[in-house]
């Protein structure tokens, strides 16, 4: 079964969809992305072409759905076209902020420093991967929440609860939430969790992470940092809590990706989560 899709059946076990009567302009749910080049086709490892991305990201855009979408000015018109094609223009809010004046971004040279650390390296199993070498890649990708945040302040289509999609799962086979709404009802009654996918295995990872080093460690991500989402209370919420586990990592000489930090944030406050085991 492909990746992506796994995962969105995996959260609309509890959810609804509208009916082809029902079909609105808006809905109770917002989708959130965002798409920035940093540079990843001129890597040594793990290379992408940003071309690569606007094409995949296509598969993002052409969703049915209410979505703020985050991307440099350059794209802008990019994206605007390719909305106004499939008439989704009036379902779309582009917002273009600087890379560099992103909230994490401000946390670029503690990152940069960090990655630098013999003991960061030290039996460090991740150094080949993005988050193990790149500083802009550790600033973005953690910027997730932010980005939802922000969207939940602006709530342009007066949604209920806000979701975020990974641009780069449009590197699926078949595009999202193409043919009705997306209105998760059920999902949306949580209002003060956010809802998130994990490993059944989530107690052994747990375990890792009071040890303070599972950022070190090759193994299979406990939590699926590319789908999840929640009411606006629920994500204004997380959002200080990531931040606080984002900043106390700092200091502890530690970084990594978004989905080290929302385990973190599910081992240091459970009662903010709700659950879907992902098997």
């Not at 990152?111 to 973005?140: C, H, Q, R």
């Not at 590197?171 to 969790?193: A, C, M, R, V, Y």
Request: hydrophobic fraction near 40%; aromatic fraction near 16%; proline fraction near 4%.
């Amino acid at each position: 079964m492909d990746f992506v899709y796994y995962y969105f059946m995996l959260l609309a076990v509890a959810a609804t969809k509208t009916s082809a009567i029902a079909n609105k302009e808006t809905s109770s749910t917002t989708l959130v992305t965002a798409l920035y080049d940093i540079g990843r086709g001129s890597w040594k490892l793990s290379p992408r072409s940003y071309g690569q991305y606007l094409e995949y990201f296509k598969r993002i855009l052409s969703t049915n759905e209410n979505m703020v979408i985050f991307v440099d000015e350059k794209d802008m018109d990019f994206v605007k076209n390719y909305r106004k094609q499939l008439n989704l223009d009036n379902k779309t809010d582009i917002r273009t902020p600087n890379v560099n004046t992103l909230e994490y971004f401000d946390y670029l040279q503690y990152i940069t420093d960090i990655l630098e650390t013999d003991d960061f390296k030290e039996n460090n199993k991740m150094l080949d991967k993005p988050w193990g070498f790149s500083p802009l890649y550790v600033a973005l990708v953690n910027n997730k929440i932010s980005f939802l945040n922000t969207a939940t302040r602006a709530n342009p289509f007066g949604s209920k609860s806000f979701f975020w999609i990974d641009a780069s799962y449009g590197f699926g086979t078949d595009t999202p939430f193409t043919h009705e709404n997306w209105n998760p009802e059920e999902l949306q009654t949580i209002s003060d969790k956010m809802i998130y996918a994990v490993s059944p295995d989530i107690k052994a990872y747990k375990i890792l992470m009071n040890m303070m080093i599972l950022h070190k460690r090759e193994i299979p991500a406990a939590v699926n940092g590319g789908f999840f989402g929640g009411t606006v209370p629920a994500i204004a919420k997380y959002h200080q809590l990531y931040r606080k586990q984002f900043r106390e990592a700092l200091v502890e000489n530690i970084v990594s990706n978004d989905e080290y930090f929302a385990l973190s944030c599910i081992n240091e406050n459970p009662d903010v989560f709700y659950i879907v085991a992902s098997s």
